[in-house]
């Protein structure tokens, strides 16, 4: 014992560094479930092409949504249109007037180069939270004393990402935030993004991403913006089910359309009148029996 007490003092081992993992659930909560967006009857057309129209969806505070459409389908106009930088040609796009978007584009242009990581997050109070979520996204230590220039895109991303999830934004439209991204870099994300309790727009062709951290989906079809309440896999399976057996398919949609009317109006019945929730709430229900009545 008093040889190995000795050894042990001689040869001094450090205790492993604890994993690092990022907690947001101090974000969002207060507009969590309250509409955030409201689209209805809402178009966009170029001359005679129509992008899409006729469109009714909304956006809830503290959803994970992916947005999904073939390319040239409009999913960066409508991007354009809800950051106010696009006009609406038909219906309207209500957001809530304290809303803050935050938009994380595809190539990051907009940083400056000469500062370094922490310099340009200004982290002020908050360098511990900073220093924690760049290590937990892969940005390690000894990067935060090089300039910006230095990094590669996919650590620009992140570098990006992090300044908007510090700043605490209402709503976060991430544009292909796997572009640029190594395997590992891509797990550290979806980790980041399931741990955040924030409300997020995921445009991304990456289906493991989508389907592992988005429960809802908002999908451009038909000429349409479609929300559906389910994931990517679930999505795929009911295009798979509607193309081999489109009976079955009816009659489940039909079954599901019921259970919704049900239960929207159980919700209805809890609500004051006059209240912004309340009618919400109304027009949906108007529109689920719009739905009930062409089937």
């Not at 949504?65 to 249109?81: A, E, Y």
Request: charged content about 30%; overall charge neutral.
């Amino acid at each position: 014992m008093r040889r190995l007490e000795a050894e042990l003092k001689k040869e001094t081992i450090e205790k492993p560094a604890e994993e690092w993992s990022v907690d947001f659930s101090f974000r969002g909560d207060a507009k969590k479930g309250k509409r955030m967006v409201e689209a209805k009857g809402l178009a966009k057309i170029f001359g005679d092409r129509t992008l899409f129209e006729k469109s009714h969806f909304y956006v809830k505070g503290g959803e994970k949504i992916g947005f999904l459409g073939p390319n040239g389908s409009g999913k960066s106009t409508f991007i354009r249109m809800l950051l106010g930088a696009e006009s609406i040609t038909k219906g309207s796009v209500w957001k809530s007037p304290s809303l803050k978007i935050g938009y994380l584009p595809q190539e990051m242009n907009d940083l400056p180069a000469d500062k370094t990581a922490l310099e340009y997050l200004n982290a002020g109070g908050q360098t511990a939270m900073a220093r924690t979520t760049l290590a937990n996204m892969g940005i390690h230590a000894s990067q935060l004393i090089h300039p910006l220039s230095a990094f590669s895109q996919g650590e620009k991303m992140k570098v990006k990402l992090v300044s908007m999830l510090l700043d605490e934004y209402d709503l976060l439209i991430l544009d292909e935030p796997t572009n640029h991204l190594d395997l590992p870099s891509r797990e550290a994300l979806e980790e980041t993004l399931l741990a955040y309790t924030g409300t997020l727009l995921i445009v991304s062709h990456d289906r493991y991403l989508v389907d592992k951290v988005c429960d809802k989906l908002l999908v451009i079809e038909d000429k349409r913006l479609k929300r559906f309440e389910f994931s990517l896999k679930e999505y795929e399976q009911r295009m798979h089910m509607k193309e081999t057996q489109p009976g079955l398919q009816e009659d489940n949609e039909k079954a599901v359309l019921e259970l919704k009317l049900i239960e929207r109006i159980g919700l209805l019945g809890a609500l004051k009148p006059g209240t912004d929730e309340y009618n919400w709430l109304n027009e949906e229900i108007d529109e689920l029996l719009k739905r009930k009545k062409k089937q």
